[in-house]
Each structure stands twice: as structure tokens, then as C-alpha cells.
């Protein structure tokens, strides 16, 4: 059995080229839907509730954006794999 912190250096370096790659629109969508879901929330609280239903759905369609974004960045860089220089 091995111990843990000694992996192989091949798996390594994988991991530090794969870790590289980064979509920035993706923290976007992510502060835009934890936005729009605060923004749904204080509304409800307030007795707002069409308002309230108007953002808790825009807040489906950012958060589905953001899912979207994160799927094609995995499939675009799954199929363009990162070559070692």
C-alpha cells in the first residue's frame, strides 16, 4: 500500500497541466446567479413574490448558462488536449 503525498510523477504533471485551463467566464455566471438568487430572496422577504418568481427564473437561466459554459470548456479541452512542450 502506498503513502499518501507520493503519487506518480507522470499523474502529477497531468494534473498541473489539466488544472491550467480556465473558462473566466465562468466565475462570472457564478457571482451573476448567487446575485440574482440574493436579489430573488430579499424580494420574497419583502412580499415582492412576482418579482420574486421573475428573478428565481432568470436565476435558472444564468445558472444553466454557467453549467453550459463549464460543459463546453471540459468537452473543447477534452478533445484539444494540452500538449507537453
Same mark, same amino acid.
Request: aromatic share 8%; glycine share 10%; no cysteine.
Given at each position: 500500500?502506498?503513502?499518501?503525498?507520493?503519487?506518480?510523477?507522470?499523474?502529477?504533471e497531468?494534473?498541473?497541466?489539466? /488544472?491550467?485551463? $480556465?473558462?473566466?467566464? @465562468?466565475p462570472?455566471g #457564478?457571482?451573476?446567479?448567487?446575485? &440574482?438568487? =440574493? !436579489?430573488?430572496?430579499?424580494?420574497?422577504?419583502?412580499?415582492?413574490?412576482?418579482?420574486?418568481? /421573475?428573478?428565481? $427564473?432568470?436565476?435558472? @437561466?444564468?445558472?444553466? #448558462?454557467?453549467?453550459?459554459?463549464? &460543459?463546453? =470548456? !471540459?468537452?473543447?479541452?477534452?478533445?484539444?488536449?494540452?500538449?507537453?512542450?
Open positions: 500500500m502506498e503513502k499518501m503525498g507520493t503519487a506518480d510523477p507522470e499523474l502529477e497531468l494534473f498541473a497541466e489539466k /488544472k491550467r485551463v $480556465r473558462n473566466p467566464f @465562468v462570472v #457564478a457571482f451573476i446567479t448567487a446575485g &440574482v438568487l =440574493t !436579489a430573488g430572496l430579499i424580494s420574497f422577504r419583502q412580499g415582492k413574490s412576482q418579482l420574486g418568481q /421573475k428573478l428565481m $427564473r432568470a436565476r435558472v @437561466v444564468a445558472q444553466g #448558462a454557467t453549467v453550459a459554459l463549464m &460543459v463546453g =470548456t !471540459a468537452y473543447y479541452y477534452g478533445d484539444h488536449a494540452i500538449k507537453p512542450k
